[in-house]
């Protein structure tokens, strides 16, 4: 079959960011959820040789949206608070991910795992992360989905709070993931 190169469709996927708080009983368990609306990327899968896939990922950082009811006010807040000391979209408008090593293994027809290693970059900084998902393959696309999680502080980001202190981000991000890649043609 070879190697197949597949785009993200992100009208298709959903990729989300959800942050946890801590601070007062009645508000420390708020846990905000983010949409990340404008993201792009690429990958390639190969069935027949598990260890040669790709990823590559580029997220427009200044197109979150705050999946939670809140207030209109409550909105502003927190928006002002993410963009203005936190992401800074005009400064870092990209968060990029690019795969340096992708394992995977069969656990069914068309089904498989993938264990991704790459360099995250973000608001300046590049780590290495590692990313766990499960991948299905179609007949004329690719579908994956998983989640992987990161520190704030490894890429240099403000740690949130609001309420004059009140009510802290705590140092950890979760993003899951839902890709749709239809294959490319050519490929």
């Known amino acids: 079959m070879g190697k197949t190169h597949y785009a993200l469709d ?3 996927s959903k990729f989300t960011v959800q942050a946890f708080a801590e601070g007062l009983a009645g508000i420390a368990d708020h ?3 983010f949409f990340i609306r404008e993201f792009s990327g690429d990958m390639e899968f190969d069935p027949d040789k598990l260890d040669a896939g790709s990823l590559h990922l580029i997220a ?18 927190i928006e002002r608070v993410m963009f203005g000391e936190v992401l800074q979209p005009d400064k870092f ?12 293994s069969a ?9 991704i290693n790459g360099t995250m970059s973000m608001h300046g900084v590049e780590n290495l992360q590692a990313i766990e998902a499960q991948l299905i393959l179609n007949v004329g ?4 989905h998983g989640e992987f999680r ?4 490894d890429y240099d980001l403000a740690i949130a709070s609001v309420a004059g202190g009140l009510l802290r981000i705590k140092d950890e991000l979760k993003f899951v993931f839902y890709f749709v890649a239809p294959k490319q043609n050519g490929a």
Not at 107 to 115: C, K, M, P, Q
Not at 141 to 144: D, F, I
Not at 150 to 153: A, E, I, S, V
């Open 10 to 12: 992100a009208k298709s």
């Open 31 to 33: 846990r905000p959820t």
């Open 60 to 77: 427009k950082t200044g197109s979150l949206v705050i999946m939670d009811e809140v207030t209109q006010l409550d909105r502003k807040a």
């Open 93 to 104: 408008p990209d968060v990029t991910y690019r795969s340096t090593r992708v394992v995977c």
């Open 107 to 115: 656990v069914g027809a068309n089904r498989y795992r993938a264990d």
């Open 141 to 144: 696309s690719l579908r994956a």
């Open 150 to 153: 990161l520190r704030q502080t």
